[in-house]
């Protein structure tokens, strides 16, 4: 007679989790609910971290915090219908940004799609939806199927540009036994990376070597190729400017480095005026530079992923296709062996430095405040704050990639403490911190209570300018009277420590440096509370 609770524990939610966790994924961030829990019965079996967000927006934000330090997918399992439309926000995130996200959801049992008759958390088309914003989205049919999209997805994170995909199981099949081989449950072997077209990387690498004033733009899609891309830069003798989504991917130390400061003129004039202008992983958006394109007056050679993103927003004289890692190591070697000095960068230095204290003197004063009291090892998780977007982005000189989470596309309100959060679940090593507008905080302040509960050691610092600042600059700029922007505060410092942290108010400029660093020292979680405009 067969073992009736076996059949019932294999079914489609282990054989899908079995899959993930033979991919390398420990932890995973969602919300159990009435639909979803045979996805959460073999976490603890598999050994798997299961974080409990207080929003599923959260959820999206926390697994991407956990990505960036993991190098792997980010999971969120989310139950049906509004637990679905919660993550939605952070799906749209990891499309915007190029993230790697894998959300898994049930949904109405097969033959009930469109019913509309009433039924818990029913949605008229949960795929649809989600493949609106999403890289894709797929309802299955079984287990099996199930299991070869978890295959497809793991696929697309290691081979191509890296964005988030959905799994909806309908509820019958999710809970039914699963008829999935064991063997098709591991993981498959990745292809080998895709090294461009030789004759490309020919061409592309003549050009480099008769530049006499090369320069790199790097973006996401270099920050694995670190090594190679600052190998490359030292051989050319050439500035590397990074978007903020490749901010580290040169360490901002280096002589060389011009930082993630695409967004001053200053900083976009050394790569308009560049006779060759490499462009490494980086769709060059609008959102990154602001302004509207990238005015090259030399040779563009581009390296990306995508075929689609090699002449977006700026058309490439020789395009090449591929692996960032590959293809900077091939045109190091198709180079001539002898490099070019470094040049001269103080000039070009001074200008961006000149143009960033002008556009936002304040800011910047108190990033760098800021950024005197972190580890030069820390993890800062921004959100879309003036402190961070005027000034923390440019300030702080991140030594590797994947030092400073960030949305500079899609912007949204909420990322940076749930980020937060997920890169501390996902290592131990690199002091975490949030640095965090009061407008933003609110977003997420129910996630104080996720980090106090998962023991974590995370420091918020929140910049309180007493709502939306910018919003209420623009509304004064049109000749409105401000509305809806000048915003009651909480106790934040009391705030926090009712969720069991430990909440500090800074009321002196000159507290700021030893407020953050004991908060750090002491561990656990941490709100540092600077309200600005009303320190001395």
């Known amino acids: 007679m067969p073992d009736v609770a076996a059949d019932y524990a294999d079914t489609a939610g282990r054989a899908v989790l079995e899959t993930i966790r033979a991919y390398g994924v420990t932890a995973i961030f969602g919300i159990p609910g009435t639909h979803n829990l045979e996805l959460y019965r073999p976490l603890a079996d598999l050994g798997i971290r299961a974080v409990t967000n207080r929003h599923e927006q959260g959820s999206g934000y926390g697994a991407d915090g956990w990505a960036h330090q993991t190098g792997l997918p980010g999971v969120v399992i989310t139950t049906s219908g509004p637990g679905l439309q919660n993550a939605m926000s952070a799906i749209g995130t990891a499309f915007c940004e190029s993230r790697p996200l894998l959300v898994l959801s049930p949904g109405v049992p097969l033959g009930a799609e469109f019913a509309d008759v009433g039924t818990l958390h029913e949605t008229k088309d949960a795929t649809a939806m989600v493949g609106a914003i999403a890289e894709w989205s797929r309802r299955v049919q079984s287990a099996a199927e199930a299991v070869e999209a978890v295959h497809d997805a793991f696929t697309l994170f290691r081979t191509g540009r890296p964005r988030p995909v959905h799994i909806e199981i309908p509820l019958d099949v999710l809970e039914a036994a699963a008829d999935v081989p064991l063997a098709d449950r591991k993981a498959r072997s990745v292809p080998d990376p895709a090294a461009g077209d030789p004759s490309s990387v020919a061409d592309a690498a003549r050009l480099l070597a008769s530049a006499r004033t090369p320069v790199i733009v790097a973006g996401g899609g270099a920050t694995d190729a670190a090594a190679e891309v600052t190998a490359l830069a030292e051989h050319l003798g050439a500035p590397v400017l990074t978007t903020l989504n490749g901010k580290g991917v040169v360490d901002e130390r280096h002589p060389l480095s011009l930082g ?150 899609y912007a949204t309100l909420g990322y940076g403490l749930p980020a937060a959060i997920g890169a501390r679940v996902a290592q131990t090593e690199r002091p975490v911190v949030t640095v965090i507008g009061d407008g933003a905080l609110m977003f997420c302040v129910n996630e104080l209570v996720t980090a106090v509960e998962q023991r974590l050691d995370v420091t918020i610092v929140c910049v309180d300018n007493g709502g939306y600042a910018e919003i209420r600059q623009n509304e004064v700029d049109r000749g409105m009277s401000p509305i809806g922007v000048d915003l009651v505060q909480p106790d934040w410092a009391a705030l926090a420590t009712a969720f069991g942290a430990t909440g500090r108010r800074v009321d002196r400029r000159d507290d700021i440096v030893p407020s953050i660093r004991a908060a750090i020292a002491e561990g656990g979680v941490q709100l540092v509370h600077i309200p600005t405009g009303r320190q001395d």
């Open 260 to 409: 993630s400061n695409l967004r001053l003129a200053a900083a976009r004039a050394v790569a308009e005026d560049a006779d060759v202008l490499l462009v490494i992983g980086s769709k060059l958006g609008e959102a990154e530079l602001w302004a509207p394109r990238l005015e090259a007056r030399g040779a563009v050679v581009r390296v990306d992923i995508s075929p689609a993103q090699r002449d977006k927003n700026l058309t490439a004289t020789v395009g090449i296709t591929g692996d960032a890692t590959a293809i900077a190591g091939s045109l190091l070697a198709a180079l001539p062996s002898e490099g070019r000095p470094a040049p001269d960068l103080t000039a070009a230095r001074a200008a961006i430095d000149a143009e960033m204290r002008e556009t936002a003197p304040d800011a910047v004063a108190l990033a760098e405040i800021i950024v005197e009291g972190l580890p030069a090892d820390a993890i800062v998780a921004g959100d879309s704050s003036q402190i961070v977007y005027m000034a923390l982005g440019s300030v702080l000189r991140a030594q590797h990639p994947h030092s400073l989470l960030y949305t500079p596309t």
